[in-house]
Every structure is written in structure tokens, then in C-alpha cells.
């Protein structure tokens, strides 16, 4: 009764750590509560014949005694897990920086490789000027080996274009002549007229053929 008025207790019990407790008391517990001669009085039926408080007490009582032995086999699994929780932290941070180095390797794997196909591409683009090129000189080569023997036709030409271009202005002016004036005349008179032109051109110095 003295215990069940105090005003703290339900705070008490609230705040108590059981896996905290003396092993000493859990074990004389256990024997308070296994004990055969007690057993029946400590039955939560019993209990709460007589009161429900002390039926509360009771179960409180039972959850910690079961707690405390539940606990103590988690424990140490829980220290295991905290163990590995911070190794798999450790790892992942590790598994972290791999990864960014990874990803670093890879951006540079890609860049290269962009890079190597657009060299590709340069290399395919020289090789068709390249061809395009050899075919033009192929081309050329033959076309001023057929002209080859046009040198000396066109330098027999050459000549006499040189020589008609100087006698140019005489010749037309002869030409000019018949075109506009000798159309009405005979045949005969025409070849005298022409010839007097001819010569009246080589009497003024006119170059003419």
C-alpha cells in the first residue's frame, strides 16, 4: 500500500531501465515467481481477484522479467547489427567514391570515343578527297599526254594567228569594202576594184594580207 501511494510511481515505472537491473535481482525474481508454492497466488486471475492494481503490478512485473531475458539474447545481436550497420556505412561510403571514380572513367571513356568517331569520320572524308583527287590528276595526266601531239598543230597555228590578227585591220577594211559596194558590180570589175583596194591599203601601210 505504501508503494501503490506513491504519487511518482507511474513516472517511476515509465523511466525504469529493467535491462539495466542486477542480474542477482532478475534471477531471485525468477525464483519468487517460478517458486511452485507461489505459483498459484501469482496467477493474473488470482491477482485480480484480490486487486487491479496489484494485477497491474503483476503484468508489469511479468513484461519485464520477460523483457529482460528477450533483451539479453538481442543485445549483443543488436551490437552485431550496429557492427555491421557501420561497416556497411563505411563500405557504401567507399562504394560511393568508386562509383563517382567510375563514373568519371566512363565520361572520359565516352568523350573519347566521341572523339575517335569524329576522327573517324575526318579520316573517311580525307580518304574520299583523297580518291576524288587522284582520279582528277589520273584524269589530267592522260588528258595532256592525248594533247601531247596537238603541240606542234597548235604552234603551226599559233603562227598564222599571229599573222592574221596583224593583217586584221586590212582585211577588213577590204572586205568591209566589197560587202557594202561591189554587190551591184560584175565579176571582172569586182576583182579590179578589190585589187586597186588592196594595193591602195599596202600604199598607206596598212597591214593586210
Known sequence: ????????????????????TDETIINNLGKYLNDPENVPNLKIEAVENASTACKCMMLWINGSFSFYHVNKKVKPKKAALATSEAEVKQLSAKLA?????????????DALNNELQATIRYKDRLEREYDDCSKQLDRAVKLIESLGGEKGRWGELAKIL?????????????????????????????TEIVEEWVNETKSKEIPSS
Open 1 to 20: 500500500m505504501k508503494l501503490l501511494n506513491n504519487p511518482k510511481l507511474l513516472d517511476e515505472l515509465l523511466e525504469f531501465k529493467i535491462e539495466n
Open 97 to 109: 567514391e568508386k562509383q563517382k571514380s567510375l563514373k568519371t572513367a566512363v565520361d572520359k571513356v
Open 162 to 190: 599571229k599573222v592574221a590578227y596583224q593583217n586584221l585591220t586590212g582585211d577588213i577594211l577590204v572586205s568591209s569594202g566589197e560587202i557594202a559596194y561591189l554587190g551591184a558590180f560584175t565579176a571582172a570589175f569586182r
